[in-house]
């Protein structure tokens, strides 16, 4: 994929868009808490931790698909520009996984924050970030 933009000319928005949202599809699999448990340290992935680790995992594979689907050719309608729908897919995570990050649910009691939900974090400000960006290369 080149991901080009307009006129062809690669586009910093879209690539940095397609990184994050792959990385934060990556990261819902990779350690949220960790703890210690009778002689093991137990780590809990973000698919594990319940509906919110799916739904985060779930829009990065929707970040990711909206930009494959641009350099297909397939396009939004104009009412609803992409640098918009990824703006609200990176809101929409970043708001998930503070919930997770201030919250930790009760049956993981023993455990504290990973390293995994931090990147999540990131990843999420981030694909906001990108769809700033990709709004000011669409003026």
Do not use: N
């Not at 448990?37 to 970040?63: D, E, M, N, R």
């Amino acid at each position: 994929m080149g991901f080009a933009g307009a006129g062809g000319l690669p586009g910093l928005g879209g690539r940095l868009t397609f990184l994050l949202g792959l990385l934060l599809a990556l990261s819902a699999l990779t350690g949220w808490y960790t703890g210690e448990g009778q002689g093991t340290t137990v780590s809990v992935i973000g698919w594990h931790t319940g509906t919110i680790g799916k739904i985060v995992l779930f829009l990065g594979l929707a970040t990711v698909l909206l930009i494959v689907l641009r350099e297909v050719g397939v396009a939004m309608p104009a009412a609803v520009p992409e640098s918009l729908l990824t703006i609200g897919i990176g809101s929409v995570a970043t708001v998930l996984v503070l919930v997770r990050l201030i919250s930790i649910p009760d049956s993981f009691f023993f455990a504290t924050r990973g390293i995994g939900i931090w990147i999540s974090l990131a990843c999420a400000v981030g694909i906001i970030l990108a769809g700033l960006l990709e709004a000011s290369e669409e003026l």
